[in-house]
């Protein structure tokens, strides 16, 4: 009997405890207000925008000083709870793109009452060809040292924790451990595409239809201020970022490449100047002592 009343309690007592715990958070405003629920490359970079002049304070992408943590939830080192506290600790109010969409749904636990905002392309088919364009840049940053290719970004500690981090996006949908970020030129065409319409499914089943809000960047001011509850539109454009466009990113990759190919030319060409320079200067020496 006196188990059964413990075992009855229990629900009502734990489910208060959850409730005690996550509001304490939420004290002082430390709380993330706003979830973007959006993938990279769905004009994330637009909306931190748009959101910073309507005085949020979003988390877009990974903090440099966050990508070692980041790695370390990749593998199950730590705990999104952890992750999370690392975020609002430092006074971020809002988050958008990967690797923090793909904790949106851990987010929306924590802080029930956020609005969620889901960031769309046009279609699916062009969000995989802009991702893609994404993909082959990030690949040079992740190469390991060759001859072929002697890349030193991966003896870099930020491009080493970057690599491992990415190994978490796409498990929320069910994906294995790095299968989306660096398996995925061995799927068929259209298979990125698919992942990205699981992800926006998933989102749209987890969050009520009231506190969601389907984006496209182009939409403007108007539907993201009434989500929002903002009753003034910013009397600026809605910002449109070109930073990061596939043509940009074809630009970097370039570079890149250079880079990765002529670092050991350029420094051997310098020793050897180095070298030339302390011969020589000692040789003017030597015949200065011998006159």
Request: with cysteine; hydrophobic share 45%.
């Amino acid at each position: 009997m006196g188990g059964t009343c413990i075992i009855k309690l229990y629900g009502p007592v734990y489910e208060l405890l959850l409730v005690v715990f996550f509001s304490f958070s939420m004290i002082n405003g430390a709380e993330i207000k706003v979830i973007g629920a959006g993938m990279g490359r769905t004009g994330t970079v637009s909306l931190v925008s748009a959101l910073e002049i309507l005085g949020y304070k979003p988390y877009h992408y990974v903090e440099p000083s966050h990508a070692k943590r980041w790695a370390q939830f990749a593998e199950g080192m730590v705990s999104s709870d952890d992750i999370i506290d690392m975020i609002i600790n430092e006074g971020f109010n809002a988050t958008f793109d990967n690797p923090a969409a793909d904790i949106f749904a851990e987010q929306f636990v924590r802080f029930p009452t956020a609005k969620v905002i889901l960031t769309v392309r046009d279609n699916s088919k062009a969000w995989e060809e802009s991702f893609v364009s994404l993909l082959k840049t990030i690949s040079v940053t992740e190469a390991d040292f060759s001859l072929l290719f002697p890349s030193f970004l991966q003896w870099i500690p930020l491009m080493k924790h970057l690599k491992r981090m990415r190994c978490l996006m796409g498990t929320h949908i069910g994906l294995k451990p790095c299968e989306l970020m660096h398996h995925w030129q061995d799927k068929p065409e259209g298979w990125l595409a698919r992942q990205y319409e699981v992800h926006n499914e998933k989102v749209a089943a987890t969050v009520p239809q009231e506190q969601l809000l389907i984006f496209n960047v182009k939409e403007g001011w108007s539907p993201l201020c009434a989500f929002l509850g903002i009753q003034s539109i910013p009397d600026v454009p809605f910002p449109h970022s070109n930073v990061n466009t596939s043509q940009m990113l074809g630009r970097i990759r370039i570079a890149l490449e250079a880079i990765v190919y002529l670092w050991i030319p350029c420094i051997s060409c310098i020793l050897l100047c180095i070298v030339k320079y302390c011969f020589i200067n000692n040789s003017h020496i030597a015949e200065k002592k011998s006159n």
